[in-house]
């Protein structure tokens, strides 16, 4: 008997053969064990860079999207980004400033005071900063008589940092930079690298530069998002170009690694949703590891990430938030209610791209950075304001996008009280206060 396909199924096999035959192909080789990329992580769809901000002249001119699908290593278990843009146009001339945030400056102080008594570090002792933005972490070494260095690529932030005392070198850090700057200036007893060590398409040369610049028996410390908080508290905003890798600890040991540099001791920290501080050093002189290390190790392997299947699944709580925030948006709108933004972070670009939403839905935002005022968000068009706006326009809903600075944002918005407004979280679920 001859059988019969019902026309349904028919359709339906037919649909997903189609979209089989769509699935994106690779992304290339990963940029730490040059394994084939075949496994992708989660697909954001296209975005302008997120720091592209626009004067009003540019508005009616084109722009740039670039792919934001994250891939993961088979192999290496390696979290990242295709280096769409280089790394020289994203930081060149760059638009975030440190010292913006109250709350980050202080966090800094905090650690190099702790830093200063773990370490031991006097005027004798020399303190490298790769990405050292606008001297918002060195300037309290500083004030402490303690010799310093700052390596940031943008030259426009280089200039404050001068200003403020700090010795700033214009450049990119790779070995050979690494290799010049000791030659110049000596060897560094502590190297610090914030949140940079997910900004670099070559992590390997990189990685080479930092241990280039610390002395045989130095110290490396290293701030750089978890993936496993990333994933855990669905902050899928935190992707976008700048950042071409996420870690976990047994990933952030692999790249190490590759420079002879050993993981000795993990910190966890708030910061950025959730946020490791790695303390390495030369094989030589690593010694044993502390038990934090191993902790965290054990917990990243009982959540399945050291294995590639336990990196699957991320995009359903992807959607999650982006429906949940399209709801409310849409729903205060038909009710005439006046929502702003607060903040014009990189994240809240990817967040705002990925949600298709407008200045229909989003009136304007504000930023602390003058730099910012009078621009657009990028792909979005939403007008960045001074703080003073939101007092002016006296809105219903503050849509905080800058997440991570929750607390210290609630506390400067705490005027709105005065009228009814309410602050708005959207990451990891949505929260109206």
Not at 130 to 144: C, E, I, K, M, W
Not at 264 to 287: F, I, N, Q
Not at 336 to 347: D, N, Q, R
């Amino acid at each position: 008997m001859t059988s019969v396909l019902h026309p349904v199924a028919g359709l339906a096999t037919g649909l997903s053969t189609a979209l089989a035959g769509l699935a994106p192909q690779g992304g290339g080789a990963c940029r730490l064990c040059g394994s084939p990329l075949t496994d992708v992580f989660v697909d954001l769809g296209m975005s302008p860079p997120c720091e592209s901000f626009l004067p009003r002249e540019q508005l009616e001119s084109p722009e740039v999207f670039y792919p934001l699908r994250v891939w993961i290593c088979a192999e290496c278990l390696l979290v990242q980004l295709p280096p769409h843009i280089p790394a020289a146009d994203i930081f060149s001339d760059y638009a975030y400033f440190s010292s913006y945030s109250t709350s980050w400056v202080e966090h800094a102080r905090v650690f190099t005071e702790r830093a200063v008594q773990r370490l031991g570090l006097d005027a004798d002792s020399l303190v490298v900063e790769v990405a050292s933005n606008d001297g918002y972490l060195l300037q309290h070494l500083v004030d402490r008589q303690i010799p310093v260095l700052g390596i940031e690529p943008a030259a426009n932030i280089a200039v404050i940092a001068q200003e403020r005392g700090v010795p700033t070198r214009v450049d990119f850090l790779g070995e050979e930079v690494g290799r010049q700057v000791r030659a110049e200036h000596g060897a560094a007893d502590l190297v610090v690298a914030n949140n940079v060590f997910a900004h670099v398409p070559d992590v390997r040369d990189f990685t080479a530069g930092l241990a280039a610049l610390l002395a045989d028996d130095g110290w490396l410390s290293i701030e750089v998002p978890h993936l496993m908080r990333l994933i855990e508290h669905s902050q899928y905003d935190t992707i976008y170009h700048e950042h071409f890798q996420y870690y976990t600890v047994l990933t952030a040991q692999r790249v190490l690694a590759s420079a002879g540099l050993v993981l000795v001791d993990v910190e966890e920290l708030p910061s950025h949703g959730g946020s490791l501080r790695y303390w390495a050093r030369h094989a030589a002189h690593a010694g044993t590891e502390t038990p934090a290390v191993a902790a965290l190790l054990a917990e990243e392997e009982r959540r399945g990430l050291h294995s590639l299947e336990g990196h699957r699944g991320f995009a359903s709580a992807v959607d999650r938030v982006k429906r949940d925030l399209l709801t409310f948006l849409a729903t205060a709108a038909a009710e005439g209610k006046k929502v702003v933004g607060y903040g014009a972070p990189g994240k809240g670009n990817t967040l705002l791209n990925h949600c298709g939403i407008r200045a229909d839905l989003l009136r304007f935002t504000v930023d602390r950075n003058p730099h910012k005022h009078g621009k657009f968000l990028p792909g979005t068009h939403i007008p960045i304001l001074p703080p003073e706006a939101i007092a002016e326009d006296r809105p219903d809903y503050v849509l905080v996008l800058p997440w991570n600075l929750r607390t210290e944002i609630t506390a400067q918005l705490s005027y709105i009280r005065e009228w009814g407004g309410r602050i708005v979280v959207p990451i990891p679920s949505l929260q109206v206060d």
